[in-house]
DNA sequence: GGCGGTTCATAACGTTCA
DNA sequence: TGAACGTTATGAACCGCC
């Protein structure tokens, strides 16, 4: 009586040990459906139809897996124990020969194999799967799948070498560019599509808008990384105070969203009596080569910033805002403004408490 | 009689054993009362959600254990008495036929199990385990316990030999190197070792494996950093404790103060595959010239910035961490480290108020 | 779209130690 | 005894070839 051992699956427990999604999709609870019904592209969750009925466990099948109608956790697990020895039990002389065990029932040997139950005899989930058909030659070999795994390795390696080579390409041209030589009227070389690949053509907010990972520009895909305090924010709300947006929108939305915006000074900062002097013009120079040698994402970023001084006019030139040369001198004096690499928050750090997400957003 | 319980088996359970997405939706207010209930801390402190109650004596529960939601204290117990014998009562024969008894409650045998009266009788914890469907054949046995620690033993063994050997290789090779002999292009020659050099030889988790801290490269290293949510986290596994924090913040300020410190990246945000390529070196270029129109202190600043790119090296130096150019340029095109003056802190500012100091420090 | 494989977070076993 | 943690199995989600 103490030894009493029953099927695992007799004592009907409602218990559902994991509610899969794909079962409580075709269950349709009302919350479910509340959250399913928006999105119209359900490919994305999963492949195939899902009308069918695996034959080991009753879970919700999307098709044929080793010969038999099978849901994704009994194709991983025919997968993951089909060679693995099998012990036909505590009597039978072939324990002893095969020296281990890697498989045996803790219960009679006939276990029910259920959505629930299927996780607690591994041998007669197996025993079930063998039976009812599935086939362990159709599970690649070793070879096979060291060969098939190199395959796609070298193409994406390949993919990814040929796309750099484009990006370089680009930029040498437009670094070598004279001036008298014509801009061509590509205004947006680098878009961020190419910066971030993704493969669906939807936004991350799955809004669909396609405004998203399409056509921006660099200097606009770093000020909206820069803006945003989460880069998981979507692009198109920023979701700081209702007020700062308003009064950012204002400012920003008047020219250009790249031009970086200068803050107010207090009034009593600095040598004011600068301001008001006379600007002399300074010789005019050569255009700046950046050297090719570095990342390009460092090319771009000084590229960008020596875009924002105005050489012919020797001013820093920031929307209507104009600061010149002795203004500027003046705030990095102080420190007001530097730039970030000089920054001990970023290359350097003085504090001893790492603390990532303060001090980069 | 004994058995007589408020609800033994009888009500239909529909606790889930996962919360699916649109369960979990539904089940909102459980959810987040459990998460609201709980400190930040506390709840890093334990791995899972432990939003469940433990069917047996109410305390928090993590998960199943052996077929029923509880506690980790039943868990273990259940494990350990499982296989006693148990006596039912003074009346029953079956004490004297098993001539000892291990358990016997000290009341009347029917105690109510709750969080404190758990340790007073065992007979009747284990009974209220039984009763409400923990399954004894789901602990393990003794020589499958015997069979997987043989195998977690072998497999430390096995990975100690290999990282012995290696070391041996390494050394014979540089003992039978001659002095003229050039030094040979090691492949990999900044290692985790060195970045962080751990005294003990013990993987940081204290499973002795030996992964880590040993032979990864940087490109690992920092693939690893892009791909954890953390970088305090394990590498074997996604879980911080805040001692492991502390020790790995000892450890990297003592090591390296100067390495960026990157924040955690939604885990499907860019390619981090992309960082496991090879790198392919671009062409020298010319040094830098910086228009002298510009103002002395942004001079000064560009050439600071461009004295951090060693170009000869085609390199980012930085002390002795080394950054190739496919890694500058992910870590960049992923908002993970970013020039100044396209910080909106500073040339661009969400902010309506004149606050110099905030925005600058 | 079917059907192989891989990835990776987590569930759920076990052990350790105070 | 139970809190904490090591380790493996599991399965949902995804990738890529045909
Ligand atoms: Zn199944
Ligand atoms: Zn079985
Ligand atoms: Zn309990
Ligand atoms: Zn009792």
Redesign the interface.
Known sequence: M?NE?SS?GS?A?????????CS?ISER????AA??SGDSNSSSKKRGSGNKICKVCGDVSYSFNFNLISCESCKAFFRRNAFKKVSIGCSSKIVIYLN??NL?C??SGNCEINLISRR?CQKCRLDKCISLGMKKELILSEEERERKNKMVRDK??RI??ER?LVE?KKLERALTRTENEPEPKEEKPLCEAK???VNKSECCCKCQCGKYSQDRSLEEI??S???YPN??TSPHQQQ?SP??IN??ANI?TSATTNI???????SN?GNSHLLNEKISP?????????????????QM??Q???A??N?QQ?Q?Q?NNLIMN??M??SL??N?????????NT?????Q??????D???
């Open positions: 103490l051992r695992p004592n427990t409602t218990t559902s040990r994991r509610t899969s999604v409580s609870p009302d919350s479910c959250s399913t281990y065990i045996r803790p219960f607690f994406r390696i990814k070498k750099e370089r910066l971030f690949p770093f000020s990384i820069l803006g880069l998981n700081t007020q700062q009064l950012e920003l970086p915006t200068i803050p107010p000074l207090p900062f300074m010789q005019q120079s050569l255009p700046t080569s950046i050297p090719t040698s570095m990342p390009l994402s460092a970023a000084i960008n910033a020596l924002n001084f050489f020797n820093y920031n040369n002795n500027f001198d990095m004096a420190g007001l403004i530097k730039p970030l690499y000089l920054n970023v290359f350097g750090t003085t001893n408490q790492i603390q990532p997400m001090i980069m957003y």
